[in-house]
């Protein structure tokens, strides 16, 4: 089992940053190619971005590819959103999940159902 925990949305101005976190306990941190997705009101969940179990390899939605970066310390087991330049489009809840796959992450990684465990969610909230 793994556990994840995501923390660090809030409310924020259109053009701001903030920076997720999720936090991870129970099998091997570095075996799993960590997701995150969101999700707005009335809307299909949808990718966003995703990184490699050892970082070596990260993909991005077009929708925020050069404003969001994914990160991670595998040391902290922890994954990080990095989001800048923020629009009132990326108003949802972020919800990281981690996939027990050892491979280079690329257009299987945004597909949900690869994704084992899931986080609770955490809501950013970008005003114009």
């Known amino acids: 089992q793994v556990q994840l925990v995501e923390s660090g949305g809030g409310l924020v101005q259109a053009g701001g940053s903030l920076r997720l976190s999720c936090a991870a306990s129970?099998?091997?941190?570095?075996?799993?190619?960590m997701g995150w997705f969101r999700q707005a009101p009335g809307k299909e969940r949808e990718f966003v971005a995703v990184i490699s179990g050892k970082g070596r390899s990260t993909y991005y939605a077009d929708s925020v590819k050069d404003r969001f970066t994914v990160s991670r310390d595998n040391a902290k087991n922890t994954v990080y959103l990095q989001m800048n330049s923020l629009k009132p489009e990326d108003t949802a809840a972020y919800y990281c999940a981690a996939a027990d796959r050892q491979l280079r992450v690329g257009n299987w990684a945004t597909v949900r159902s690869v994704y084992d465990y899931w986080g609770q969610g955490t809501q950013v909230t970008v005003s114009s």
């Open positions: 129970g099998r091997t941190f570095s075996n799993y190619a």
